[in-house]
């Protein structure tokens, strides 16, 4: 068959000056398109601001949301950990006791050996730090500047708390409530990179 192999683009007819005929350009025309595009400029930009100043404001109530169940998470840690010395003093005694002769432990070279490590396991620095971020992490939604790298900076932070408390507690409730904080961290971590 004979013909043209492939399909013809508007570049092609466009090299043929003959077959397309253009008015003489009208200033009054010009003006006339360019206000209607202005308009319909506008419009587009003032109902983006809205949309875009919705999705923040629904964004800000998810993560504030996200941040005070985070805070409550913390305040149960809080209280299982603050529970922890005693019993971990307790629990040490009596199997220390139990390995060994009383008569040859030094009580007091006991307590200060369960002292240390009750120390050792103390996440009281770590839950101050965390709820100060929480509280840091709030403030900066409140702001009407960009806060992105904030946020996204304090999401960091807070990670880093949460697995400190995780890895020192060495307790299955603690690791438990750290593992549901983290979730909620997550979906922090995702909406925060939607924040400029």
């Known amino acids: 068959m004979a013909g ?23 200033e009054e025309d010009i003006e006339i398109i360019w206000n209607c595009t202005q308009d319909a400029l506008d419009q587009s930009l003032d109902h ?16 504030t949301e ?37 008569e040859k432990i030094d009580p007091e070279r006991l307590e200060m050996e369960v002292a ?32 992105g790298r904030r946020l996204n900076f304090l999401s960091q932070e807070i990670n880093r708390e949460l697995n400190t408390i995780g890895a020192k507690s060495n307790d299955s409730t603690i690791a438990h409530h750290i593992v549901l904080g983290k979730e909620k961290l997550e979906k922090i971590r995702e909406q925060v990179q939607n924040i400029e």
């Not at 492939?6 to 003959?18: A, G, K, M, S, W």
């Not at 809080?78 to 922890?84: A, F, H, P, V, Y």
């Open 48 to 63: 983006l601001n809205e949309m875009r100043l919705q999705e923040g404001e629904e964004l800000r109530n998810d993560l």
């Open 4 to 26: 043209i192999d492939q399909p013809i683009q508007l570049h092609d007819l466009l090299r043929f000056d003959d077959i397309f005929e253009s008015e003489e350009e009208d």
């Open 116 to 147: 240390i490590l009750i120390d050792k396991m103390d996440v009281n620095e770590e839950i101050i730090r965390l709820q100060s971020h929480l509280k840091f992490f709030l403030e900066a939604l409140e702001n009407d500047e960009p806060v």
């Open 66 to 102: 996200l941040i005070e169940g985070i805070s409550e998470i913390v305040k149960t840690v809080k209280g299982l950990s603050e529970k922890r010395g005693p019993e971990v003093r307790e629990k040490l005694q009596t199997r220390i006791n139990t390995m060994i002769d009383e």
